[in-house]
């Protein structure tokens, strides 16, 4: 239980949230901005354990590939919500 930290657990809140938005009332960038930001979250946290030759367990560190990606998700994130703020404000 030691890879569940608080980043995880909102990136998993977040991903649901994201999902019931998306099935329940169908809107797509609402559904888009939450999804890029609770995976961004668990993909710049989430750390896999690996066993030694010596057969002990350890955490291995988050690549740097999946860090950075999970970095995009969470700006893309913070795109969108711009981008839903500017299709309101013309709505209205």
């Known amino acids: 239980m030691k890879n569940l930290t608080i980043r995880i657990f909102f990136g998993?809140?977040?991903?649901?949230?994201?999902?019931?938005?998306?099935?329940?009332?169908?809107?797509?960038?609402?559904?888009?901005?939450?999804?890029?930001?609770g995976n961004g979250l668990l993909l710049t946290d989430y750390k896999l354990t690996k066993?030694?030759?010596?057969?002990?367990?350890y955490l291995q560190?988050?690549?740097?590939?999946?860090?950075?990606?999970?970095?995009?998700?969470i700006g893309l994130a913070v795109l969108l919500l711009f981008l839903q703020i500017v299709v309101d404000m013309q709505a209205v």
Not at 62 to 69: D, Q
Request: proline residues 4%.
């Open 12 to 37: 998993l809140l977040f991903s649901a949230i994201g999902t019931v938005s998306l099935i329940l009332n169908r809107d797509i960038l609402m559904a888009a901005i939450w999804l890029s930001f």
């Open 61 to 73: 560190p988050v690549p740097k590939v999946r860090f950075y990606a999970g970095l995009f998700l």
């Open 51 to 57: 066993q030694d030759e010596q057969g002990n367990t």
